[in-house]
C-alpha cells in the first residue's frame, strides 16, 4: 500500500493563520509534490456539531467558508478529494465498533481532550458524550480511508496515538483490515503551535486572537498593531526579548530572507534582527510593520483566488458533492472488510448460511 494522506478541520468559522501554519500550508506542498497515492482533506462537520449542538446554523454557514479557505489556499479538487463528514455514514458506523475496544479511562487521559474541556468551560458532568468521544471519531475519520499520514499541528499528537492504538487493538481481535498512520509535523518547528495574536498559547476562533486568510489588508495591520510583544521592552533603547514575543513568533513562521531583502534589507535575515532587537535600538513597532508587509505578501494571492472562488458558490458546492460522493465508496468499501474481519457480514457469508441450513436439517 502506498502513501494516503488525510486531514481535515472542524468548519464552525473561517481558517486562520494557525490552520495554514499548522497543515494546511503543507497539504498544498504535499499536494503538489504529488508523493502520494491519494489525498483526503475533509470538513468534519460531525465533530463540530459535538459542542455546538444547539447551533447547527453555524456549522452550516461556515461549511462553504472553509471550503473557500481550502480553494483559496491553493489545495485542487483535481489532486486531492474535498468532502464533508456527515456525507459519509459509514465514519458513524465505525465509531461505534471502535468505542467498543477503548475504555472510558483511556479516553479520559488524553491531554487534547482535557485542553479542549477546559477552553470550552465544561464544568464537571457537563461535557456531551459526542465531545468527550470524539477522539474515537477522528480514529475512524482516518481508518476508513486507510491513510498512512496525517498532517497536523503537535497538539493532534495524543489523538493520533489513540488511533493507533484502535487500530492495533481493532486488527489484533478480529483481522489486519486497519492501517496504523504516523503524524506528520510541521517542517518549521515555531509554526507547530502558533500562539495567538495576544500571546496567548493558541491561536483560537473561541478566543478572538485570530489573523484569518480572508482577512483584508487593513484588517491585518489593525490586528498586528495590538500584537503581544516583549512587556519589559518600554523604550526603543531597551533590550529586547524574542521568546515568547508573539511578533518574532510569527516572524519565525513567515518570514524568508527575500521579505528582508525587499521590506527591510538593514538585516539579511531574522537573525540578524532578532540579534538587534535583543541589544536594543529597534522599536516594537518597526517590528509589526515588517510583520504586516510579510503577512499581506502570503496573503495577497489567497485573497485573489477566494474573491475569483465566490463568483461561483454552485459550483464550490458541486465539488464538494462529487468529492463525498467519491469518498464515501472508499470508506464503504473499508467497511466491507471491517464487518467480514468481525465476522457480522450476515449475508454475505455463504458458509454461515450453509452451517445454519445444516444445522436445523439435522434436527429432522
Not at 45 to 64: C, F, G, H, M, Y
Not at 312 to 327: H, M, T, V, Y
Not at 328 to 335: E, K
Amino acid at each position: 500500500m502506498g502513501k494516503i494522506i488525510l486531514t481535515g478541520d472542524r468548519p464552525t468559522g473561517k481558517l486562520h493563520l494557525g490552520h495554514y501554519v499548522g497543515s494546511l500550508r503543507r497539504r498544498v506542498q504535499l499536494q503538489e509534490e504529488g508523493d502520494y497515492d491519494h489525498m483526503y482533506v475533509f470538513m468534519a462537520d460531525v465533530q463540530a456539531l459535538t459542542d455546538n449542538a444547539s447551533n447547527p446554523e453555524k456549522i452550516r454557514q461556515n461549511i462553504i467558508e472553509v471550503a473557500l479557505d481550502y480553494l483559496s489556499a491553493g489545495l485542487n479538487p483535481e489532486k486531492c478529494t474535498l468532502y464533508i463528514q456527515s456525507c459519509i455514514p459509514e465514519l458513524a458506523e465505525l465509531t461505534t465498533y471502535l468505542m467498543n475496544i477503548v475504555s472510558v479511562s483511556r479516553v479520559q487521559r488524553n491531554p487534547t481532550v482535557k485542553t479542549e474541556v477546559k477552553m470550552r468551560g465544561f464544568e464537571s458532568g457537563s461535557v456531551p458524550l459526542g465531545f468527550f468521544c470524539y477522539p474515537v471519531s477522528q480514529a475512524a475519520d482516518i481508518a476508513a480511508f486507510k491513510a498512512t499520514t496525517v498532517p497536523a499541528g503537535e497538539d493532534q499528537e495524543p489523538m493520533i496515538e489513540i488511533t493507533r492504538e484502535l487500530v492495533s487493538r481493532f486488527n489484533q481481535t478480529y483481522a489486519p483490515v486497519l492501517v496504523e498512520p504516523t503524524i506528520m509535523l510541521p517542517e518549521n518547528a515555531t509554526a507547530r503551535r502558533l500562539p495567538g495574536t495576544d500571546g496567548k498559547e493558541k491561536m483560537s476562533k473561541s478566543l478572538g486572537n485570530c489573523i484569518y486568510l480572508s482577512d483584508d489588508a487593513d484588517t491585518v495591520w489593525t490586528k498586528v498593531k495590538s500584537m503581544y510583544t516583549d512587556p519589559t521592552h518600554l523604550n526603543v533603547s531597551d533590550p529586547g526579548h524574542v521568546e515568547g514575543n508573539a511578533v518574532f513568533t510569527y516572524l519565525d513562521a513567515f518570514a524568508n530572507d527575500q521579505d528582508f531583502a525587499d521590506f527591510w534589507p538593514d538585516f539579511a535575515n531574522l537573525d540578524e534582527l532578532k540579534a538587534a532587537y535583543t541589544a536594543g535600538g529597534i522599536g516594537d513597532m518597526k517590528c509589526k510593520k515588517m510583520l504586516n508587509k510579510v503577512i499581506n505578501r502570503m496573503l495577497d494571492p489567497i485573497r485573489a483566488r477566494r474573491h475569483e472562488y465566490e463568483q461561483d458558490i454552485p459550483e464550490i458546492f458541486n465539488i464538494l458533492k462529487k468529492g463525498s460522493e467519491q469518498a464515501r465508496q472508499v470508506a464503504a468499501n473499508t467497511m466491507d472488510e471491517v464487518r467480514a474481519a468481525m465476522r457480522i457480514n450476515y449475508f454475505d457469508d455463504a458458509q454461515l448460511i450453509k452451517e445454519q441450513a445444516d444445522k436445523y436439517k439435522s434436527k429432522k
